[in-house]
């Protein structure tokens, strides 16, 4: 396809072009049925082979241990936002404690507050969320019902390199911009989610990823379609699911499979962005937003010398087929989204771009 | 295209080849982007306008009154289990009243009773769910918060011709399975909602339309994403909206549009089903299970002399290329679910199959 363009979209993001072919090329007919994936029901064997195939993939891709739980569950990760708290509450005091380092945490936090007390261990607004600093752990209540932390900002471009140990709180991981982008150690969470819509496909939906002694203690109130049991109980459909996105999920994960796994996925991450932040860090014309300590492998930030500078850099840079580069309007500047799917030539046409647009702007 | 079955699936459900194919041709490269609608922000103008003209189209189609606005939620009609008491319950006496005519009521009344009380004022049971007996609406309580009701019973095949004068108390009806299938006076109910993936395009996002004067005063315990005021006030995207969902609806919307709209949708309905139900009544083969006053005009149900010929029906219709007739498991027998995507032809096609297979084995 030479007319696609390489893709900086934070998310919804750009898909694998073979992924895209091949959805294209069975819409109308998956697999000599007559019909499309997405006009069958989803209680069919034939779509029930797509859900079991893609839990094993992504059991297969991370390693995950016997005792969590795949789960597809409506809304994307937002929509965690209120199930974490819904779901583990349950435990000791009620309480959900939260870092904050960017956007999401604090809309994580607020949301657990209608469901029981909360508590910020820390919040990196003062660093402007450019950095995410160290954290003594013993200040973290063992009464807490969960510890929860977004692994990495999209907004900002940081990432937790690790993970803090929290002991025997089960802590709880917003996983959705850099899922299978990175080896992790599933053990160190009881609860990781996802949204679909970076390095897992399409919009709408979340893998939630739970440790099975966490399962059935749902708050009375807890809507049926947010309670972790019955989508344990009932494989991920109690209800009709997202057909589209389960299959293109599953694309995707045999696409990663393809491509050498997540080790293969984390070095190309590495790679990727190491490409922009040197034509960064050589620069006295970008001022790139995340502390160097902290950056994000999956969303590149930087800021220009003047702001004037931003709309012709998006000009630009569209006109040479590098699209989607604005950075969050919470932030200013640009943003280089990188995700699984961007190809390394992709990357490197823009570090080329970017340091052209610095010697005539410069 | 030649392969593609006449798809009779209770849904996801079949979809307009027309339909299928722009999504087809256009899946890699939407107007000229240089990447998929599936690939882009939510925010962006080029999505923001498909969003728009989807609420048009939907408000011109059926002539919505102007005090209702239109919502794009995730988690398909059963999410709305939970949201309609989340969000009306405020009124009154937190007491949700029910109209039972199959399955669906029966989930919503069980959901609702986790944030208030519910009251039965109809369950069809006592008729097999076979029909929709006359109901005396002054035993309606006018405290009651709202009155829900399934304005078609996919499972059974029976529907609500009409719909009951409620009075001051809110009608909130799940019209998944009949949504732009007939004309429907929506000045009559409160809230309306219904799951895409019938007359609406692929699974996992509903359509909410809520008189304004209803929003505004959900439960305290009412999550974020299931609160139709903050879906409102952020036009549908306070999170990453179901963006393919909302591209296939747009798409479903014109065509439903260049056929001559939802009268023509009737017709068409009542010409489809009319087909069937006449292979029905003139045969002593087949047992019709909606009471011919309470019929379907998208579901049509029926049993076999003996329980051994489904099978041997499903098999002999689906090498015949008239795929998905598998009644539900809770009903048994057949089922032909004939939206408005489904061609006359294919319908006059398994009229003629039913009549073959009635004379082989009658």
Redesign the interface.
Known sequence: ?T???Y?F???????P?PV??K??DE???YQ?????I?????RLPIFREILDSTESLFRELTNLPKNYRVLFM??????Q???VP?NLMYRKKHKGSYFITGRWGILAEK?AQ??GSTEVLMDTKEYDYRQIPEFDISKLDQESSYAHLTTNNTLYGTRWHSFPDTGSVPLAADATSDILSREMDYSQFGVVYA?F?KNLG????AIVIVRDDLLGNAL???????DYAIFDEHHSI????????VYVMRLMLEWVKEQGGVQEMENLAEKKSALLYDVLDRSDFYKAVAHPKHRSTMNVTFHFPQEELLQKFLTESDNE?L??LMGHAMVGGARASIYNAMPLEGVAELALFMQEFERKNG
């Open positions: 396809m007319n696609r363009v893709n979209s934070a998310g919804p993001a750009m898909l072009t895209m072919q959805i294209q819409f109308l007919d000599g049925l007559g019909a499309s997405v006009e069958v029901s989803h409506h809304g994307g990760a937002q929509m936002f209120s199930a819904l949301e209608r469901y949204g819509q399409t919009s709408g939906t009375p109130e807890t809507p049926k379609l947010l109690p209800n009709t699911i997202n057909v589209f996105a087929g699209f989607g």
